[in-house]
């Protein structure tokens, strides 16, 4: 069975970090493409990072990039996203998704989705 199980999500101050955690199983990890999405109340989700487990080869946001940071233990079939200088804006339901493709992750698509996490970033 596959999964992809997203955790790390809390409540956090503006300025604050937070590392979240997407577990993987039940696939070839290595050989796929993971990516880090969000989802705010009201609006679309949102590509924020992705890594290509196969070569480490990682993409940002633009609204991200410098704050944001995706890594892969791939030992431990994890990818981490450790959010820092965090902002209200970045309050959303988090979910990481598979794809063999990392083309396909940066057009919203993907084999495999894992349910969310909620980050709250506080003013």
């Known amino acids: 069975e596959v999964q992809l199980q997203a955790s790390g999500g809390g409540l956090v101050q503006a300025g604050g970090s937070l590392r979240l955690s997407c577990q993987a199983s039940?696939?070839?990890?290595?050989?796929?493409?993971i990516g880090w999405f969000r989802q705010a109340p009201g609006k679309e989700r949102e590509g924020v990072s992705y890594?290509?487990?196969?070569?480490?080869?990682?993409d940002y946001a633009d609204s991200v990039k410098g704050r944001f940071t995706i890594s892969s233990d791939n030992a431990k079939n994890t990818v981490y996203l450790q959010m820092s200088s965090l902002k209200p804006e970045d309050t959303a339901v988090y979910y990481c998704a598979a794809d063999l493709r990392a083309s396909q992750l940066r057009i919203g698509k993907g084999d495999y989705w894992g349910r969310g996490t909620l980050v709250t970033v506080s003013s």
């Open positions: 039940g696939f070839a990890f290595d050989d796929y493409a």
């Open positions: 890594i290509s487990l196969s070569d480490g080869d990682t």
